[in-house]
């Protein structure tokens, strides 16, 4: 195959887009990612900050509500085309958690086209909460999806904050968290059942050791410097889309700049 170029993709819950524009700016200033996955901009569509990403060079599509959840996708290859929710009948408040595009890439025209799906799943507040059935319901409303789109051939990601910590090294001390809506064994079988025939967890491939997160609470004391965190935020590629991978790896220091999201945006690299 003829490579074209390296491609990074990267996926950041921004926790409000707006306040985080300044983060932006200055990672994307120093940065190359060619395809960025946003989650949780909390803006209505009218307000999300187009022009911002343009400038930037980028084609953006997005789909949000006000003060809660939106998904974003700005990218440097082509936006052929882009979709919100999930297609199958459901409710359209499942729209600005999930947004789902096709990126053109340049080169041969029989090149395959790069397929995302940006999600936000929900975080599911508590096991005895109705959130948390919805939050199961919603993850195999994807695999049903993905299924429908021919998963696993193909180059597909399946991006995102998935409020899922898979197994106990994406977690500080996994022994008090058995209970959390995030690292259930319920959740986790299910998510194994999701992943494994279709998916594999790029990030895992590179970054076997322990250790390694993208989300550190704010409400936890000096959770960064002190490495309490979870690891909930994904770059899960189709086996043949991840035999391309060289890389993917967390930025952990946009967390500790001013004005930081509780997230951190996770990169991977490509040879496409």
């Given at each position: 195959?003829?490579?074209?170029?390296?491609?990074?993709?990267?996926?950041?819950?921004?926790?409000?887009?707006?306040?985080?524009?300044?983060?932006?700016?200055?990672?994307?200033?120093?940065?190359?990612?060619?395809?960025?996955?946003?989650?949780?901009?909390?803006?209505?569509?009218?307000?999300?900050?187009?022009?911002?990403?343009?400038?930037?060079?980028?084609?953006?599509?997005?789909?949000?509500?006000?003060?809660?959840?939106?998904?974003?996708?700005?990218?440097?290859?082509?936006?052929?085309?882009?979709?919100?929710?999930?297609?199958?009948?459901?409710?359209?408040?499942?729209?600005?958690?999930?947004?789902?595009?096709?990126?053109?890439?340049?080169?041969?025209?029989?090149?395959?086209?790069?397929?995302?799906?940006?999600?936000?799943?929900?975080?599911?507040?508590?096991?005895?909460?109705?959130?948390?059935?919805?939050?199961?319901?919603?993850?195999?409303?994807l695999a049903r999806l993905f299924d429908?789109?021919?998963?696993?051939?193909?180059?597909?990601?399946?991006?995102?904050?998935?409020?899922?910590?898979?197994?106990?090294?994406?977690?500080?001390?996994?022994?008090?968290?058995?209970?959390?809506?995030?690292?259930?064994?319920?959740?986790?079988?299910?998510?194994?059942?999701?992943?494994?025939?279709?998916?594999?967890?790029?990030?895992?491939?590179?970054?076997?050791?322990?250790?390694?997160?993208s989300f550190w609470d704010y409400r936890?004391?000096?959770?960064?410097?002190?490495?309490?965190?979870?690891?909930?935020?994904?770059?899960?590629?189709?086996?043949?889309?991840?035999?391309?991978?060289?890389?993917?790896?967390?930025?952990?220091?946009?967390?500790?700049?001013?004005?930081?999201?509780?997230?951190?945006?996770?990169?991977?690299?490509?040879?496409?």
């Amino acid at each position: 195959m003829v490579l074209v170029s390296l491609l990074r993709v990267a996926t950041f819950n921004v926790n409000s887009i707006r306040s985080r524009l300044p983060v932006l700016e200055r990672w994307l200033h120093d940065t190359s990612v060619d395809v960025l996955c946003l989650q949780e901009t909390k803006v209505v569509d009218e307000d999300f900050p187009q022009a911002f990403f343009e400038d930037l060079g980028y084609g953006v599509a997005f789909r949000g509500q006000k003060s809660y959840s939106g998904v974003a996708v700005a990218s440097r290859l082509p936006i052929e085309e882009a979709e919100a929710g999930f297609d199958d009948g459901g409710s359209e408040g499942d729209e600005p958690r999930i947004l789902r595009v096709t990126l053109g890439v340049p080169g041969s025209a029989t090149r395959p086209r790069l397929r995302v799906v940006n999600t936000y799943v929900p975080q599911g507040k508590a096991i005895d909460h109705p959130d948390y059935p919805y939050k199961l319901g919603f993850l195999e409303r994807l695999a049903r999806l993905f299924d429908a789109a021919g998963v696993p051939e193909g180059h597909l990601l399946w991006v995102g904050d998935l409020n899922v910590a898979p197994t106990d090294r994406d977690v500080t001390h996994p022994e008090n968290k058995r209970d959390h809506v995030c690292f259930h064994e319920t959740l986790r079988n299910l998510f194994a059942d999701i992943t494994a025939p279709r998916f594999v967890d790029v990030f895992r491939k590179h970054r076997p050791g322990d250790g390694e997160f993208s989300f550190w609470d704010y409400r936890v004391k000096n959770a960064l410097e002190r490495n309490i965190g979870w690891r909930i935020d994904h770059i899960l590629a189709t086996p043949e889309l991840a035999a391309l991978s060289s890389d993917c790896y967390a930025v952990r220091e946009l967390r500790a700049w001013e004005k930081p999201s509780d997230h951190t945006a996770v990169v991977g690299v490509f040879d496409l």
